[in-house]
């Protein structure tokens, strides 16, 4: 039990810290492109960081429980050395279907019976920095911490051994993805949103705008779900093109779209 804390809590403290660090020596040029006129406060970290400690305890249940469901046979999973095209493919494979998972639980914890109990904890950050990436209620952590278990137990269903480098490399995407769409800085370039080749990767901005809406862009790693099911912020685009259109010596941000 104490590995599975010590992994997910290094996760947690080793992206959010690294993060944290890049902004603030970098903090004169990032300045310029923070989406938000409002700044974070100190209760504000404070909650972040509290909350996540507890969402790291949900997810190191969830990661024991599929060692332990490996162990009696419910799931299928190996550690051996993978071929490395057969690596890179459960890789996709699993950060998508984590993507699909993730837009419609969340579209499902925004309804109004759900919200309050479910998500409001983690809209607390209306300006969210880096540590909120796992600012969640319980329930939200555990709805959160479900897919690897249910993926696994899907895969196996469908005669599957995953590789256990698999999973470990996406923990490790998911939770430098989430801390980075949090950090509340724009840090892509300004032709990102217009090129089709990364038109589809999230920016910062994205998901910025839910936390400053909360109404729109539900998708964690692609904008594939929101285009396809009409989420997406109406400015999204405009506003990402502001942000990064910024010079040094012009007026700070402006204040983000709220509807």
Not at 144 to 173: C, M, N, Q, R
Request: charged fraction near 20%; aromatic fraction near 16%.
């Amino acid at each position: 039990m104490l590995d599975t804390i010590y992994f997910d809590l290094s996760r947690y403290l080793i992206t959010a810290g690294l993060v944290t660090l890049l902004l603030w020596a970098f903090g004169r040029w990032l300045e310029i492109r923070r989406i938000q006129k409002r700044h974070a406060k100190a209760e504000d970290y404070r909650r972040e960081f509290l909350s996540s400690l507890r969402t790291v305890f949900v997810f190191s249940i969830t990661t024991l429980s599929s060692l332990l469901m490996r162990e009696t046979g419910l799931v299928r999973f190996s550690f051996e050395t993978p071929d490395l095209t057969i690596l890179a493919l459960e890789c996709i494979t699993i950060i998508i279907a984590h993507d699909a998972y993730f837009y419609w639980m969340h579209r499902t914890i925004h309804h109004r019976r759900l919200f309050r109990t479910w998500h409001l904890h983690h809209h607390k950050s209306r300006t969210p920095t880096a540590w909120a990436a796992y600012s969640f209620s319980g329930w939200e952590a555990a709805a959160e911490a479900a897919f690897v278990p249910l993926f696994l137990l899907a895969a196996t269903t469908l005669g599957v051994e995953y590789s256990g480098w698999a999973i470990f490399v996406f923990l490790w995407h998911m939770i430098f993805r989430n801390v980075i769409g949090h950090c509340g800085v724009e840090i892509y370039p300004r032709w990102w949103v217009d090129s089709p080749l990364t038109q589809w990767w999230n920016t910062v901005t994205h998901h910025d705008l839910h936390h400053s809406s909360g109404t729109w862009n539900f998708g964690l790693y692609f904008t594939w779900w929101d285009r396809w099911m009409g989420t997406e912020h109406p400015r999204y685009r405009e506003t990402f093109r502001e942000v990064t259109g910024r010079q040094e010596g012009r007026p700070g941000p402006e204040s983000v779209p709220s509807q």
